[in-house]
């Protein structure tokens, strides 16, 4: 432990406090007492401990009630609280854990049980900020990154566009190529880690209600270029009943056109795809279903995981980073909806997202 804990103690009873405050200093702890309720309140606002040892039974507001005014404050909620009670109130034991104690130490004290408890908890709390912390770091690291790399990239992929039209065979043509197949690659990969940090992202989302019929055609129609090089029809098969449904645009688009280019990707060509919908109620599914290389059983649980990717040659031979689909959960899910896929390998594959809709 880097910084000396800091840990508060709360009991009505001076003795106790001055049995433990001796006991954890001993141990080398920072130790702050607090006679009862409401100056533990103020101590614990005024400079949040590392752990708090906590005596249920105290005159005015109890234990109980100090823990819950704690774990309603942002600023105290994560301190771990340990409750102090008497030997025969065993029935306190579960109270307590409910109002979110994380253990419970029984009076009369033993020396060795009281450090380890502590300890133990101390241990978990810095572990727990420190995954906090490198979460957060990783969140920043992947935004800032995509963001600077994704201009370089674009003007990288620019340039060597514009030289492949002065260079349209020999050697260099050739360098060239495998250029801009590369930077195509490292464009997709960073655009697409911004599209999961921006789909993870709490506030962006603009919610609006969207005919899904006329959207799901324009959405179509921008991948069909796609879709022709490779001689594969893209058939709209919509439901009889028109249906409205609350989307962010943008963000519907990109579960669309992952899905679309996903099919396109990995059906072979000459194969046909099909984008139906089914209205049931108050719910509408969208299906996007190919005629490609399907998916293995056991690939089907990993699917929607940041990264995965069915380990088959004829699937790695095309480019991916595995992230489409990830992206494509986490936005469905934001927009209150649901996602799933049934597949067979080597016939095809039904990807679906269901919608509440009106
Ligand atoms: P990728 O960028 O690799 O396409 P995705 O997250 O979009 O990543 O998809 C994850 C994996 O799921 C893909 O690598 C591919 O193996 C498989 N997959 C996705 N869509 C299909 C599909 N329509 N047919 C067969 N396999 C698919």
């Not at 050697?171 to 697409?192: C, F, G, N």
């Not at 911004?194 to 799901?216: N, S, T």
């Amino acid at each position: 432990m880097k910084d000396t804990p800091n840990i508060l103690i709360v009991d009505d009873t001076p003795a106790n406090l001055t049995v433990l405050g001796t006991m954890l200093t001993a141990q080398g702890f920072k130790v702050r007492p607090a006679i009862n309720g409401q100056v533990a309140l103020t101590a614990a606002r005024a400079t949040p401990p590392d752990l708090i040892l906590l005596d249920i039974n105290m005159p005015g507001m109890n234990g109980y009630e100090v823990c819950q005014q704690l774990k309603n404050d942002p600023k105290t909620a994560d301190v771990p609280i340990i409750f102090i009670s008497a030997l025969d109130e065993i029935q306190d034991k579960v109270r307590a854990f409910q109002v979110g104690g994380v253990d419970y130490i029984t009076k009369p004290f033993h020396v060795e049980e009281v450090n380890a408890r502590v300890r133990a908890h101390l241990a978990i709390e810095f572990q727990r900020r420190e995954i906090q912390a490198l979460n957060t770091f990783k969140d920043e690291l992947l935004r800032i990154v995509s963001h600077d790399l994704k201009n370089p990239i674009n003007v990288f992929l620019g340039y060597t566009d514009m030289l492949l039209e002065d260079y349209s065979e020999g050697h260099t043509h050739e360098i060239l190529v495998k250029m801009r197949r590369s930077s195509q690659k490292m464009w997709r990969l960073v655009s697409d880690l911004l599209d999961v940090a921006r789909a993870e992202d709490e506030v962006a989302f603009d919610i609006r209600q969207v005919r899904l019929h006329p959207l799901l055609r324009q959405l179509i129609e921008e991948q069909e270029m796609g879709a022709e090089q490779k001689d594969i029809h893209i058939h709209f098969e919509p439901d009889d009943r028109e249906v409205s449904v609350h989307v962010d645009k943008n963000r519907f688009g990109q579960v669309m056109s992952n899905l679309l280019s996903n099919a396109i990707k990995y059906t072979p060509d000459g194969g046909t795809i099909t984008v139906s919908t089914q209205v049931d109620n108050d719910s509408v599914r969208v299906k996007v279903i190919d005629t490609g290389l399907g998916i293995p059983a056991e690939s089907i649980p990993h699917l929607f995981e940041k990264f995965y990717r069915v380990p088959s040659a004829s699937h790695m031979a095309r480019e991916g980073t595995g992230l489409g689909l990830a992206i494509v959960k986490t936005i469905t899910e934001r927009m209150n909806g649901t996602i799933g896929v049934e597949s067979e390998l080597g016939k095809g594959s039904c990807f679906w997202v269901s919608l509440p809709c009106q």
